[in-house]
């Protein structure tokens, strides 16, 4: 069984402050990864995803990720952050080899608030 | 981006009682909805994967005649909490996905709903 763990529930941070916000998988095969973004009173919102390929993927608002398959993990980073920024931020991942209804079943960490102070 | 819109945002009720959350797709044809429930400071848990016209999948450990999904259109998905108790508290979430079996397909997701029973 796959399993998230994002290491850190709560992220303060100043204002145009470089962040990373950290996440370790568990997993033996293969995964596809994701970062979700959500703001208050709203859904969750795509930033992100690695399928294949390069293992630094970029996303919207200036984020990227980076995938390390030998430390399983998949670090959220941005060099200067908004106030905007501030939200919460889940990290999920799928297994590309599941089958029928299995795929593309996302299994989410615990989330991680992201907290830009002026 | 697709538009998920869940009703009602927050609903507070009595033990013993039923409540009905909606889940539509506002834009796109939803072939598949995922039911997920967060309890607070935890990960967003699947219960159930539900494809327009067939019984819906339920995940390990979740009592399909309490948690009652129908999905009879493209565009609408529901989740009634039959004899609701105070345990059964929680934020309901619903993604949709016009993807096709097989197919991994962005899913999109509704901004929830608060479930409170007294």
């Known amino acids: 069984a796959q399993s998230v763990t994002q290491l850190d529930s709560q992220v303060p941070v100043f204002e145009e402050a470089p962040v990373e916000l950290r996440c370790n998988y568990s997993?033996?095969?293969?995964?596809?990864l994701f970062w979700y973004v959500q703001y208050p009173n709203q859904g969750l919102q795509l930033l992100l995803k690695?399928?294949?390929?390069?293992?630094l993927v970029k996303g919207i608002n200036g984020f990227e990720a980076e995938f390390n398959k030998s430390q399983t993990s998949f670090h959220l980073r941005k060099p200067s952050v908004h106030i905007s920024d501030t939200a919460e931020y889940f990290c999920?991942?799928?297994?590309?080899?599941?089958?029928?209804?299995?795929?593309?079943?996302?299994?989410f960490g615990q989330g991680t608030i992201l907290t830009v102070h002026p | 981006g697709a538009v998920v819109s869940q009703h009602p945002s927050w609903v507070i009720c009595k033990s013993g009682t039923s409540v009905k959350i909606e889940c539509r797709s506002l834009?796109?044809?939803?072939?598949?909805m995922f039911w997920y429930r967060q309890f607070p400071k935890q990960s967003l848990m699947l219960m159930a994967t539900?494809?327009?016209?067939?019984?819906?999948?339920?995940e390990q450990g979740v009592e399909k005649d309490k948690f009652l999904i129908n999905h009879a259109s493209l565009t609408l998905s529901t989740l009634t909490v039959t004899s609701a108790h105070p345990e059964d508290s929680s934020f309901y979430i619903c993604?949709?996905?016009?993807?096709?079996?097989?197919?991994?397909?962005?899913?999109?997701f509704g901004p929830g709903t608060r479930l409170t029973v007294l």
């Open positions: 999920a991942v799928s297994d590309p080899n599941a089958g029928g209804t299995s795929y593309g079943k996302l299994t």
């Open positions: 993604s949709a996905t016009n993807g096709l079996a097989g197919v991994l397909s962005e899913q999109f």
């Open positions: 997993s033996s095969v293969s995964v596809y």
């Open positions: 690695y399928l294949s390929g390069s293992t």
């Open positions: 834009d796109f044809q939803a072939t598949t």
């Open positions: 539900s494809n327009e016209g067939s019984k819906a999948t339920y």
